[in-house]
């Protein structure tokens, strides 16, 4: 790997659906992944493209009753380009001799790259070089090349260029028993070299339409032989066939233009992706266009690490821009007027049915000081849906708003009713629906975009509205314990995952969650902050809106007082209240058994055991507030709720919870690992190695190929951001206190931050500021807690 290259040297078919969800390319509006273009989905490969925000329901029989899921889309395939040679079988990787393989994906302008050398049965040798691309700068367009050239062999040779929509939802093994048949064909057609399809999802109804044109080169100059086309239902294909002699290369070229009926500022999708493609132009000027899109990209986002060792320099950097990069295929500028949110699996897969979670606390801290108007834009997809949240809490008896464990189309919860335990092989309840802390991620990130903005038309016009009613609903949830003198918050899920209840309880849902209940206490305090900062006028018309009564606001203050926190040990915060009373598990004879325990939850399903029983977590859960919060701020929540907090306290926390957790989420090497960015920077850099792999060394869990792990990938560039570079919001000041481990020399970087543009350089022994834009009279920053304020233009230099 290079800095800015992923390559693979050799054709590996058991690896192939890894590298087709590795070498993805997208704009945030749609995205492919890097299938052969002659490929079909079978064992070795799965090309398939999805549209953010295409979902469509169906229901399917499991055991004795139809469950209903909602998915993502596999939308038509447009990739597919094939060619024989005379009247031979059609090329296919799998039936050929392979004499050279490389494939490059080529982050710096988005393409991917395949060179290869092949010779079939008949001893005849071709050399194959493809090129492609998904337009990030013209959001509905991409682009294909491929030149065959004919080494060794003379003949006719057909090129086949066809829209595929026989497509059905079938990349994760998992859900193969479900009904798969989304699409419902409606129309094909054909022009001289263009040829169109349109589909329709079979229950939300959404039209897809493709368009693509085909054209020939050979030495320069286009060619036009005859094409014969088959139009289908489903399916629409030219066949264009020409002589080749021996040493010929022919170059074909395809462009294609995708619309849906969710578009804006169209008529109907079928002809405005014909209209589309019309206006497209030549694929080298498209391919210009795009170059100059992922420029400015890089620009903005780019993150620049220098480790010591040069062995580590290429794949630590090559890494970071790869997940950078599937984090802006997945979430673009061309994101902004969508109303999607962000996959946790990207648009590269079908894994979670690309539905919402809470993945997005992972991955706004990056964008909110890069693109904060994308943010803005992800944003505005759970206000659109806090009337269905608003619903959901009053269909369960609370007030507010309560936004739902998985999110797809339209707000309501789509959290699976069972599951499939690969290794049980049998359907177990899912309860994960319970994990009511999504709520208080919605409020945390509602909150963090505008420290980061200042954006006070958002905060007035939609997140003060989300703040309020997901404090209502917190508030709403917590009810008072007289013994104690305390609130409690009963019957829910932390984000650890694997305990969904008490082993000695028929009901689902643990009491007390030590994360829910302080992210709970924080959110009301934001919310009644927010009532202190808007204006009179506008906070009248708030709560008049939403018959908010100074009672309730009394009752917030009182269970931002008095929330029951649960402590076991020596002053450690219990996961869940009963924490203590659990067991131990035996990790080391679990290891001896199955080897890989980080799905504990499956290996225990297996053996007739539970989770349930044991100090066991998948991930991160108590230790989220540490990464979420400073100490400085967990220390004014604890001090609000009269409970004793101090740093030797937090290690040995950190310590207690690291040592009985899996690691079978993939985000739980990024919280640790930002944890221990200060307290021991070894052991950090180490975790921040694991987390690199996740996805190019496909683990935790080998599903990669079913999907990237976004969540991951972002924070694993947010250890860099934050826990070595030291960045932080701190009221209106942008907070800097590198701490570089002894793997890395120097990181740059810009950053927005308020409208103020800047420029970052840090090195082991200074840290040079550059301001490249200053939205004010001054850009207020600290530097190792000491304040400054900079002007336009000013380049700081600040000594170690």
Sequence with gaps: MSGWSLVFDAYDPPSEKLREALCVLGNGYFATRGAGA????????YPATYVAGCYNRLGSQVGDRVIENEDFVNVPNWLSLGFRIGEGPWFDLD??????????????????????RVRDGEGRVTAISDERFVHMGRPHLAAQKRRILAENWAGPLTIRSALDGRVINGGVARYSSLNQRHLAPLATGSDGDTIWLKSETVQSEVRIAEAARTRLFRDGREETPPRETTEELDRVAQDITLELGEGDEVVVEKVVALHTSRDA??????????????????YDALLREQEEAWAYLWDQCDVDIEPDSATEAGSVQTILRLHVFHLLQTTSPNSRDLDVGIPPRGLHGEAYRGHIFWDEVFIFPFLNLRMPEITRGLLLYRYRRLDEARAAAQANGLAGAMYPWQSGSDGREESQQVHLNPVSGRWIPDNSSLQRHV???????????????????FLWSYGAEMLLELARFWASLATYNEELGRYEILGVMGPDEYHDGYPDRDEPGLDNNGYSNVMAVWVICRAMEVLDILPAGDRKRLVEKLKLTEEETARWDDISRKMRLVFHGDGILSQFEGWDKLEELDWEGLRARHGDIRRLDRVLEAEGDTPNRYKASKQADVLMLYYLFSGEELRGLYERLGYPFDEATVERTIDHYIARTSNGSS?????NASLQARSDPA???????????????????????????????????????????GI????????IDPRLPEAIDRIRLKVRFRGHALRLDLQRERLDVAVE????????VSVRGQPHELTASQVEVFPN
């Design 728 to 735: 932080e919001l701190r009221g209106d000041a942008l907070s």
């Design 265 to 282: 500022a169209i008529s109907e999708c079928g002809l405005a992706a014909r209209n589309s493609l019309a206006s497209a132009g030549s």
């Design 667 to 671: 985000l739980s090497e990024v919280v």
């Design 773 to 780: 834009r200053c939205a004010g009279d001054v850009v207020k």
């Design 683 to 725: 052991a950090s850099w180490r975790l921040f190695c694991d987390a690199l792999q996740t996805d190019v060394g496909d683990k935790p869990s080998g599903t990669t190929r079913e999907g990237i792990h976004l969540g991951a990938m972002v924070g694993s560039v947010d250890i860099v951001l934050r826990g070595y570079a």
């Design 38 to 45: 002659e490929s079909d989905a079978d064992e070795v490969h």
């Design 439 to 457: 709520n208080a991620a919605i409020a945390y990130n509602t909150w963090q975009y505008y420290q980061a903005t200042d954006d006070f038309d």
């Design 95 to 116: 039936q050929v001799e392979v004499l050279s393989f490389r494939q490059e994906l080529d982050m710096r302008r988005g393409l991917l790259l395949r060179d290869l």
